[in-house]
């Protein structure tokens, strides 16, 4: 097969990570174009990524027969619309997470792309994480017995855009921070999740309160997996600390730890400061490596004509988990997932 062209829908922080992998670190594909709905965004990633083709509206690349496949990175809430119409022009599909709004969204998508025989690869990066990777190696190898808990959280220390107050926009931290942890204890565990618990506040965003009063900046969602084995989960947004993300996985005879915290494995020891070790700020600078091996990994699919290593239905799951989880907040009630 002839270089995969990609276009970018979507140029933010995480779109330009994409891009940037495909401008130039991943051999066979490259960046051709660039889609934003702000036209300054979409003109000053264009400028930097070196690309002519500019468009405020996806609509116009359906019919650019060069682009051979697209990086969905748009709100949640338009991904099924793009991914379908992207779909139907015969168009490969890498869909950021959360993978949409709703179950019955991700259904069709993924009917979409069945039917136009175009993959469709979810953006769960923790997957190709060279630490989880060897953590999940290890836990299948059996190094600690059979796996009976699996805990894990993503906390960010970012205050929340405004419209991520509004959990019909959002669908709550659950969907935006904690979608990495719902699909990384499916994979651990290798089991579809059948049931979940959870518990919400708002702690540190009190001008949400009064027009949001279903805001929250923190959860823990407990539950269990069809498998048998127990999970917890916690998420918090606007930690202010640092960016944290660990997994701990409990077996029959030991157990496995897995993510840093450290910026660099340094520590600084003065008389007036104590012990000072530099914190990881941000999910770009934790995971960049493992982007550019999913954005790899989606290449490889296309060439090689293979499924993907993260596909719709797994997106799907995460959702499906997320919706369980703010009907259990709402509903104080243990509920199962569809």
């Known amino acids: 097969m002839d270089e995969i062209k990609v276009c970018l829908i979507g140029c933010g922080r995480a779109g330009m990570i994409h891009a940037r992998n495909y401008k130039n670190k991943i051999e ?35 019919d650019d027969k060069e682009i051979d496949a697209v990086v969905v990175v748009a709100p949640t809430d338009l991904h099924e619309q793009i991914v379908i119409d992207c779909a139907n022009a015969g168009k490969h599909i890498f869909c950021e997470k959360p993978m949409a709004m709703t179950v019955e969204e991700c259904d069709a998508m993924i009917e979409a792309c069945e039917r136009n025989n175009v993959k469709l690869q979810i953006g769960f990066m923790r997957r190709y994480d060279a630490s989880f990777r060897e953590a999940k190696a290890m836990l299948d190898a059996g190094a600690i017995g059979e796996l009976v808990q699996v805990h894990s959280n993503t906390r960010g220390p970012s205050k929340p855009r405004p419209w991520m107050y509004d ?56 539950g269990k997996l069809k498998n048998g084995v127990h999970f917890v989960i916690d998420g918090a947004a606007y930690v202010q600390y640092g960016y944290d993300a660990k ?78 989880g703010n009907a259990s907040i709402r509903e104080g009630a243990i509920k199962t997932v569809r």
């Open 28 to 62: 066979g594909a490259k960046i051709v174009a660039c889609v934003d709905a702000v036209e300054a965004a979409a003109k000053s990633a264009a400028e930097e990524l070196g690309v002519e083709k500019v468009y405020t509206d996806y609509h116009d690349i359906l």
């Open 167 to 222: 959990i019909k926009k959002s669908n709550g931290i659950l969907a935006e921070v904690n979608s990495h942890d719902i699909d990384a204890v499916r994979w651990m565990a290798g089991s579809d999740i059948e049931s979940v618990f959870a518990l919400a506040g708002n702690f540190r965003n009190p001008e949400a309160r009064e027009g949001y009063p279903d805001y929250y900046d923190s959860v823990v969602m407990s």
């Open 247 to 324: 997994m701990e996985l409990i077996g029959t005879k030991g157990k496995i730890e897995v993510g840093r915290s450290e910026k660099e494995f340094v520590r600084c020891t003065s008389a007036e400061t104590g012990t000072q070790t530099p914190f990881v700020n941000s999910w770009m600078t934790l995971f960049i490596d493992a982007y550019l091996a999913e954005d790899t990994s989606f290449v490889a699919a296309i060439r090689e004509g293979r499924a993907p290593e993260v596909t719709g239905y797994d997106g799907r799951m995460a959702v499906a988990t997320v919706e369980a």
